[in-house]
Every structure is written in C-alpha cells, then in structure tokens.
C-alpha cells in the first residue's frame, strides 16, 4: 500500500515570500490533516479535512494560511505572506473513518514525509 | 483547554536497560489515546487505546490506559539502540481532533 506523499521535502524561503505544500493521502481515506511541527514540540493541527470539506480549521492562521481539497483527494496548503516563525516541519496524515450512525470514528493516521521549511 | 502532557521530557539509558514513559491528558470527549515513534522523519503509529487496563503489546513495546487516571505508560523492555527516537503521545477526541504531547526523547546508549 502506496503511503502518504509530500512535497516538496525541503524549502527555504525568505520572509513575505509565499510557499505552496502538497500532499496526496492514501487511495480511500476520507480525512486528511495538516500538522505544523516546530522543533521540539508535538505536532500542532492547523486543518482537518473530511472528503472536500474543512471538519476543523479553529487552529490555522486564516490571514496568511490557507488550505484546500478541492477533489477530496489531495490536498495544497499555503502560506502567503510567510514569517519567520512559520519555519516548522508540516506534516500531513490521512485516516480512513468508519463509524456507525453516519459519524466518523477515529482511525489510525498515516503520515507523510513531511516537508521542512525554513524562512530566513 | 484540551492538553496532553508528557513525561520525562528525556531518557538516556543503556541498552538492556526497560523504560516507562508517561502521558497525561486532560481532553474533553475523550476517544483513544496513541503512542507514536518519531525518528528523522514522520511520526510512525505504534499502539492505539481505546479501553481501560487492556496491555497492548508489540514485541518490547507494550502500552496500558488507565481512564480514571487520564493516563498512560509505553514501557520498552531490553532497549536497542534502535529504540533512540521521539515517542509522542495523542489524544482524540470524539469530534476527530488529536491533541500531541511534546514528546519524551529517548537515548540508547550501546
């Protein structure tokens, strides 16, 4: 089974520079995450997708991150005008919910490689 | 505020040496709590626990949940150096929201 791709793996920027990540979960599941993990602490949800629509977002930075899934497959996330405290690893993981009643129930998420950016 | 905090932050021990890391969690809606290994690169599943006192085991690695205590342990019997990682610990909550601890980082020194 294919796992979670990212790219790309690396990217330097400069600070107000903009920067586009992409992930492609794994063939079937539903959700998928974004993470943002800053040296030395636990990875950080900034957004929650379920399908094509956004389950949880209470936690992205909405005046210079954004993050879409427009086909309910991949997924881009962008930072636009990028700070220096944005130099983190993102992260990106999908799950395949199942659940009775029509709700989703937790799964196990996959990760991706992540991508590390740093902003200068 | 939903928190999970985990303890020791770091562990140096020899190899052969068993270890038990800790994670608390205050989580409204509690669902399941994971353990994951993080090495170089992304956070790799290990345990998932949704009951109370059920060990999950793994060769080595085993982990226990206890609900009235908020808690947790990952133990890890006769470390390999290969051990060395970042063991995180989240927490989910019904509405599929997973909250992370900062870590425990382990180090097996040969």
């Known amino acids: 089974e294919a796992g979670v791709a990212q790219s790309p793996r690396y990217k330097i920027i400069e600070k107000r520079q903009s920067v586009a990540f992409w992930c492609n979960p794994i063939?079937?599941?539903?959700?998928l995450y974004w993470y943002q993990q800053i040296l030395g602490q636990g990875p950080k949800l900034l957004i929650q997708f379920q399908n094509n629509g956004v389950v949880d977002d209470s936690q992205l930075p909405k005046d210079r991150f954004s993050a879409e899934r427009l086909k309910g497959v991949d997924s881009t996330l962008k930072i636009q005008p990028a700070k220096l405290e944005d130099s983190a690893v993102y992260l990106c993981?999908?799950?395949?919910?199942?659940?009775?009643?029509?709700?989703?129930?937790?799964?196990?998420?996959?990760f991706g490689p992540g991508t590390r950016l740093t902003v200068l | 505020e939903d928190k999970v905090v985990q303890s020791p932050l770091s562990l140096v021990v020899h190899e052969g040496d068993t270890v038990t890391l800790n994670c608390s969690y205050e989580v409204t809606n509690f669902r399941s709590l994971l353990w994951y290994k993080q090495e170089k690169k992304a956070p790799t599943f290990l345990f998932m626990l949704?009951?109370?006192?059920i060990e999950k085991k793994s060769g080595r690695l085993s982990s226990i949940l206890d609900k009235k205590e908020l808690s947790s342990i990952l133990n890890i019997t006769a470390t390999q150096t290969g051990d060395s990682a970042i063991y995180l610990c989240?927490?989910?909550?019904?509405?599929?929201?997973?909250?992370f601890g900062t870590g425990t980082s382990l180090t097996v020194i040969p």
């Open positions: 063939s079937g599941h539903a959700t």
């Open positions: 949704t009951s109370s006192g």
């Open positions: 993981a999908s799950s395949f919910p199942h659940g009775t009643s029509g709700l989703p129930s937790y799964n196990e998420q996959f």
């Open positions: 989240a927490v989910g909550d019904t509405g599929n929201q997973f909250y």
